[in-house]
């Protein structure tokens, strides 16, 4: 089969790669028909290099039918059509009953210390191979993959891997007062997503902050209050235009939707990666004002978020000792909740919105649609957010 292989730094190839088979009674084998790139797959693009091996197969994002199923998957029939999940979970341990099978003590990476295995993500999380291919082996595949009807279009369902109960839980753990207020940093898939459920449940008025014009004026465009952080020269002047608004208090809530690649005004010795990584048209003279900070976002959500409230970190984080204002957490009173998205905890109370009526604009969320065969073009364009790329879909 053909799948997307990481072979090193920004350097992504589409190769032949043995078939899957079912190894385990509890496997399923899936041919996938659309498969997401996500900003979470840019941090092994670049960063998370380290714990990648050339040859591993990415992606966690697929939507397909199934091809063959193990001996102890009652309820999954060939031909039936199937969204996967990004985390593998038994459904079965106290971790998966209680809600949290990102942290499934079935499949637990004890040897890296880390929680349930995902899909094409590092060996850190199993160095499972990944959704980016013609097949997929999905393991506990007794719990897993998601039954979706035929025929509405890929788009309507792909989404439940992963962006959809990411963004959902993001809200549910921002604790969104009916009515109150919400600022989302970051308008990615992730963040842009968090906006569109956070006004269906009920968020009085949401705040979305980024630097890229096309996400900005999409989020725009379905009432989201937006702002520029390249109309700022730092993030105090962004945090007051926001309080602004909010009777000098700040939002109920802010979901962090940014993660480790933040572009933030501090760290001025990154400032050069930072200028490589940024889409051209904005690489000059912003590049002096804004460089990569790995917690920018993250310090801009503990100022900007009112005294009691709470964050909601969705974006992904990696450090083992990074400074944080504690004084400041301490003295705010501040809630923090984080952590991978557990998809089936929020897939059945996801299901009905996805609908002809489309309350969450799914059918036409991606903006991309391109051959498998193309995703080295796609990583690229995705990563320096180029050709308004904001969700790249691929087909196998
Ligand atoms: N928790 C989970 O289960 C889960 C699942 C999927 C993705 N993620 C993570 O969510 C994050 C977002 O994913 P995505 O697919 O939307 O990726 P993305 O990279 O497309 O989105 C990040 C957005 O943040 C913007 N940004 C950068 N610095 C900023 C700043 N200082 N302030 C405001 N905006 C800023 C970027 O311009 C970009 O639009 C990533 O870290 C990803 O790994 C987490
Ligand atoms: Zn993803
Ligand atoms: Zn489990």
């Known amino acids: 089969m053909k799948a997307v292989t990481w072979q090193g730094k920004r350097d992504v190839r589409v190769e032949d790669m043995p078939d899957p088979k079912i190894q385990e009674p509890t496997d399923a084998v899936i041919r996938i028909t659309s498969t997401g790139l996500c900003g979470s797959d840019l941090h092994l693009y670049e960063v998370l290099t380290a714990f990648m091996t050339p040859g591993d197969i990415l992606g966690h994002e697929a939507i397909g039918t199934v ?215 904005i690489g000059g003279p912003f590049a002096e004002r804004f460089s990569v900070d790995r917690l920018a976002a993250l310090h801009t959500a503990i100022e900007l978020v009112r005294r009691g409230g709470t964050l909601s970190l969705v974006g992904v984080y990696g450090g083992m000792a990074d400074p944080l204002p504690m004084l400041t957490m301490f003295d705010k009173q501040i809630q923090i909740r984080m952590g991978q998205a557990n998809v089936r905890r929020w897939s059945d109370e996801i299901l009905p919105y996805l609908t002809d009526e489309d309350p969450l604009g799914v059918d036409d969320f991606a903006t991309h649609r391109l051959p498998l065969s193309e995703a080295p073009h796609a990583y690229e364009m995705f990563q320096r957010k180029r050709e308004g790329a904001v969700k790249v879909l691929m087909t196998p």
């Open 67 to 281: 091809e063959e199923v193990g001996a102890g998957v009652p309820d999954l029939a060939v031909g039936d059509r199937v969204v996967v999940p990004f985390q593998i979970a038994c459904g079965d341990c106290w971790m998966c009953l209680t809600g949290l099978p990102t942290q499934c003590e079935t499949t637990q990476v004890t040897s890296e210390g880390m929680g349930a295995a995902l899909f094409g993500y590092t060996r850190l999380y199993g160095a499972v191979p990944g959704a980016q291919a013609e097949y997929l082996r999905v393991p506990q595949a007794q719990y897993g993959p998601i039954k979706v009807p035929q025929g509405p279009p890929d788009d309507r369902f792909v989404y439940l891997s992963d962006v959809l109960p990411t963004a959902w839980q993001a809200v549910a753990y921002a604790d969104v007062p009916q009515g109150g207020s919400v600022a989302v940093l970051g308008l990615g898939p992730i963040g842009d997503m968090a906006c569109r459920v956070a006004q269906v449940r009920g968020a009085g008025r949401v705040f979305g902050v980024d630097l890229v014009g096309e996400r900005l004026r999409r989020a725009r465009s379905r009432g989201v209050e937006t702002y520029d952080l390249r109309s700022y020269d730092n993030e105090k002047e962004l945090i007051a235009a926001i309080r602004d608004e909010t009777e000098g208090r700040g939002p109920d809530a802010v979901i962090d939707a940014v993660g480790t690649e933040a572009h933030g005004s501090a760290a001025a010795r990154l400032a050069q990666q930072a200028s490589a990584l940024l889409p051209r048209k």
